[in-house]
């Protein structure tokens, strides 16, 4: 085998390497990608108890309760399906019903979602684009909000 005959399999072998590497990776991940999964999502995968997935959407109006010791619970809503959150911590600034969630956490036994981490929208004007996606293709989409939900295109300042 000449030189140029080795380094052209050495090379060849590291690629090989290297695609088996992303394969298994990207496998790995393939449920993970997605940044959250809507309320009807949750409920139509049908996620095991204790796997840790994210859910975005809308409070729904009238399902916060506070309980003692930073207990809160609330629904988060896509128009269509609707889960039960609960969560033990302070809630961001900008928490409020009606208004865009993302929540961190696990399904327990009973089908209630855990989550030990709660995003809030960052002004009145903003939600993730992904929640408007899930929002719109459920159907709840108000067309007068279309810039408080991330779709309008900006204008530029002259």
Known sequence: MSR????LSL???????????????????????V???SPTELVE????????????????EGSVTRGNDLAVRFEVTDGKSTV???????????????????AE?????????????VLAKHDETY?????????KKQGHW???HQTRFGSAPRERPQ
Do not use: H, T
Request: glycine share 10%.
């Open 45 to 60: 995968k049908q996620i095991k108890p204790g796997q840790r997935v994210r859910i975005g959407g809308l409070v729904k």
């Open 84 to 102: 039960s959150v609960a969560y033990r911590g302070l809630l961001p600034d900008l928490f409020r019903e009606g208004q865009g969630v993302v």
């Open 105 to 117: 956490g696990a399904l327990d036994a009973e089908g209630k979602f855990e989550a030990d981490s």
């Open 11 to 33: 090379i060849g072998a590291a690629l090989a390497v290297l695609a088996v590497a992303f394969a298994l990776v990207l496998f790995a991940l393939k449920d993970s990608i």
């Open 127 to 135: 939600m993730p684009r992904e929640v408007a996606d899930a929002l």
């Open 35 to 37: 940044f959250f999964n």
């Open 4 to 7: 140029k005959q080795r380094r």
């Open 142 to 144: 108000m067309q007068d």
